[in-house]
């Protein structure tokens, strides 16, 4: 009873963010998937990272502190869409999940989709993906790449795409031969090949294939309106008094 009444306390005094409608935190389940330097757990399964950061942050402001899990990409999404979280990041927008799921009306972070290839391979790119039709090319499983990349994956291409779940193990096959190129995010593959001391064996080549914008996706089952529109103005609190230009420079992000 004495932390009911502490609790509604704190809603009374949360100001104009309107805590009082918001999930109770240890009801409040995020997930998010592996990927340096935006997301990762520690030895001990802390979750790090600049977008985790990011969205305990805005969290803060509404008072709220939810659980938060790191799994690969496609364990996050099935966990999700099993109902077992209100909400997951980074996530893109396609029109079929905007159609299913409710989106921040800002974008956690920017993203660079770029091409990484081995140093040996005398592969060059200038930004027409069909140059590329005779390639094999790693991705991972149940990731979005943006509308130019998604669309030649659709149309295949590709002469040969190898799914994997996650990007260390796309990079493993770059680098013994059994695929040509890896694509996924500047910064992600940079940690990904400091991470692995790969960087002496592989590079990017060409220019971005597409800039991508990551949000926080949630489960319009386990949130309302309200909610929504008081996620969206802290998340504006966040990015207008510095506190998200701090953690982008924390991490060596723009």
């Known amino acids: 009873m004495r932390a009911v009444l502490i609790a509604w306390l704190l809603c009374c005094g949360a100001g104009w963010l309107g805590v009082c409608a918001a999930v109770p935190s240890e009801k409040f389940k995020l997930l998010a998937y592996d ?10 399964g802390t979750p790090k990272g600049a977008a985790v950061e990011m969205v305990q942050e805005i969290f803060a402001r509404l ?36 159609r299913q799921y409710a989106f ?30 005779g390639r094999s090319v790693g991705l991972v499983r149940g990731a979005a790449y943006g509308q ?3 669309a030649a994956v659709g149309s295949r291409v590709f002469s040969r795409l190898d799914y994997a779940s996650h990007d260390e193990w796309s990079f493993r096959k770059l680098i013994v031969g ?5 694509i996924t995010g500047r910064q992600t593959g ?23 914008e990551s949000y926080i996706m949630f489960d319009r089952r386990a949130i309302d309106a309200g909610f929504l529109r008081r996620f969206n ?9 510095g506190s998200a230009s701090r953690i982008k420079a924390k991490y060596g992000l723009q």
Do not use: N
Request: aromatic share 6%; hydrophobic share 45%; net charge neutral.
């Open 190 to 212: 940079l940690a990904m090949l400091k991470k692995m001391h790969a960087t002496a064996s592989l590079r990017i080549v060409g220019p971005p294939l597409a800039i991508t």
């Open 178 to 182: 059994r695929v040509d190129a890896v």
């Open 63 to 98: 008072r709220v502190m939810p659980q938060l899990h790191i799994y690969p990409l496609a364990r996050s999404l099935a966990l999700f869409e099993h109902g077992y979280a209100s909400g997951i990041f980074t996530m893109k927008k396609t029109p079929e999940l905007e």
């Open 148 to 150: 130019v990349v998604d």
């Open 104 to 133: 921040s009306d800002r974008p956690l972070f920017k993203q660079e989709m770029v091409l990484f290839v081995r140093k040996d391979m005398p592969i060059e790119f200038s930004g027409d993906l069909r140059t590329l039709s």
């Open 35 to 44: 990927q340096s330097p935006y997301t990762q757990a520690d030895a001990d």
């Open 233 to 241: 103005a802290a998340m504006a609190l966040v990015q207008k008094d």
